[in-house]
T-cell receptor, first 112, second 114 residues
């Protein structure tokens, strides 16, 4: 079945450091891939998405590229801020199905 | 105003009690979902509904029931609460039209069963 594996946290970085959170997936067909972010006390909100191979999603300085050959969708940001501290979830969805598959989440803590 | 709202935001109840969590949306989406979030387990799907007359079990539906009262409202009930149902519960919506079906989440209900 479909699955998503993301790196375990917590990840602790200093402000302005480079961020990578790894995400790999297994899926039949051609899923859409997502990164969601959950700030403390809030629900998940979409950070970025990509719907086909080689697409790059980007938002708020974050980027991720849909790599079919390595079945990956790693999240990157060049310079993190304290306000980026949150839990990040990688997810996939195959069109025509009900099921979203979420990773277990990676907690990011950015220190000033 | 938030597009997806949940009430209550926090709830403490006792084992054996029946409780209802409510979700409303103003996004006009046809699809609604209930998830629970537990530390280290990510999100797990409890129930989902593609329209008012289409309700389906997710991966962990035992001990839960739902009601889709209208396109905009989807309630989750715990018939007889037990301590291992202590979790953070999220409602979500999506629109199947368009490319890349994004889910939109409510703020969550934190439930403690004593």
């Amino acid at each position: 079945g479909n699955s998503v594996t993301q790196m375990e946290g917590p990840v602790t970085l200093s402000e302005e450091a480079f961020l990578t959170i790894n995400c790999t997936y297994t899926a039949t067909g051609y899923p859409s891939l997502f990164w969601y972010v959950q700030y403390p006390g809030e629900g998940l909100q979409l950070l970025l998405k990509a719907t086909k191979a080689d697409d790059k999603g980007s938002n708020k300085g974050f980027e991720a590229t849909y790599r079919k050959e390595t079945t990956s969708f790693h999240l990157e940001k060049g310079s993190v801020q304290v306000s980026d501290s949150a839990v990040y979830f990688c997810a996939l969805h195959t069109s025509g199905t009900y099921k979203y598959i979420f990773g277990t989440g990676t907690r990011l803590k950015v220190l000033a | 105003d938030a597009d997806v709202t949940q009430t209550p935001r926090n709830r403490i109840t006792k084992t054996g009690k029946r409780i209802m969590l409510e979700c409303s949306q103003t996004k006009g989406h046809d699809r609604m979902y209930w998830y629970r979030q537990d530390p280290g387990l990510g999100l797990r799907l409890i129930y989902y509904s593609f329209d008012v007359k289409d309700i389906n079990k997710g991966e962990i539906s035992d001990g839960y029931s739902v009601s889709r009262q209208a396109q905009a409202k989807f309630s989750l009930s715990l018939e007889s609460a037990i301590p291992n149902q202590t979790a953070l519960y999220f409602c979500a919506t999506s629109d199947h039209r368009g490319e890349g079906e994004t889910q939109y989440f409510g703020p969550g209900t934190r439930l403690l069963v004593l």
